[in-house]
């Protein structure tokens, strides 16, 4: 039986990998979804959060574990990123889910935009007041994030949807050779991922070295439109 813990990315919650989780649950395995600070019922306020308030967070949750799978989606990457850095106790795998790989003393305003073919960088609204961004519905997010999701799911999804706190992405990560590059890592590329292109996520890979490299053909939200598949990919990159 392996561990898994599973972090959403930007604007969702812990529920988007409740289907995963039933995979890799009947599968014999342990998996865990944590919220994010400033998700479902948590009342910080967003100005407050930062990236070693991720950071802390997903360390207490690996902590909880039997040397974990720590599975990071989209914008995560950043966040499991500085975790892992930080973190004293086994890791078995790090897996960025068609993620960001961040740079050492880079933030995420200062990798996420240079996808030139990525589409969600135009439909980001930042509420400077509150310190959060959204996404403008007018730039049909639906088929964005979800273009391989039936109707009814992908409806579902977008309306639980929550303002992103931005304070965390304008912070850098740290990052060294002794501690991130040295942990075992592998990246699931989304061919038809629509917000980081899959030249992107290819480039991006680049940033660190990578023991394992796989492919689903999806859309950027694989927990959704492929839960099977992709609980089936993490099962056996587990117990590789």
């Not at 207490?60 to 974990?68: D, H, K, V």
């Not at 086994?90 to 995420?108: E, I, M, R, S, T």
């Not at 935009?113 to 403008?136: F, K, M, N, R, Y």
Request: aromatic content about 8%.
């Amino acid at each position: 039986m392996a561990d898994f813990l599973l972090l959403h990315g930007a604007w969702h919650s812990a529920s988007c990998w409740n289907s995963v989780i039933s995979e890799l649950t009947a599968l014999g395995h342990r998996a865990v979804a944590v919220n994010l600070p400033g998700r479902h019922n948590d009342s910080t306020d967003p100005r407050h959060i930062s990236v070693q308030t991720h950071a802390s967070s997903i360390r207490y949750a690996l902590s909880r574990l039997t040397r974990p799978n720590l599975i990071a989606h989209s914008l995560s990457g950043f966040w499991a990123a500085q975790a892992v850095e930080e973190y004293d106790g086994q890791l078995n795998w790090l897996v960025f889910l068609c993620a960001y790989v961040p740079v050492d003393g880079k933030a995420a305003v200062e990798i996420a935009p240079l996808d030139p073919e990525g589409e969600v960088h135009d439909a980001i609204v930042v509420d400077t007041e509150s310190g959060t961004s959204s996404l403008d519905e007018s730039h049909n997010t639906q088929d964005l994030l979800y273009g391989d999701c039936d109707t009814s799911v992908a409806k579902t999804a977008l309306a639980q949807l929550r303002p992103e706190p931005v304070r965390p992405a304008t912070e850098p990560i740290t990052l060294s050779d002794e501690r991130f590059h040295t942990t075992k890592k592998a990246y699931i590329e989304c061919l038809r991922d629509r917000v980081i292109s899959i030249g992107y996520q290819r480039r991006m890979q680049k940033h660190t070295s990578f023991d394992r490299v796989l492919t689903m053909d999806s859309d950027h939200s694989p927990f959704f439109s492929h839960p099977e598949e992709l609980g089936l990919q993490l099962a056996k990159l587990a117990e590789s």
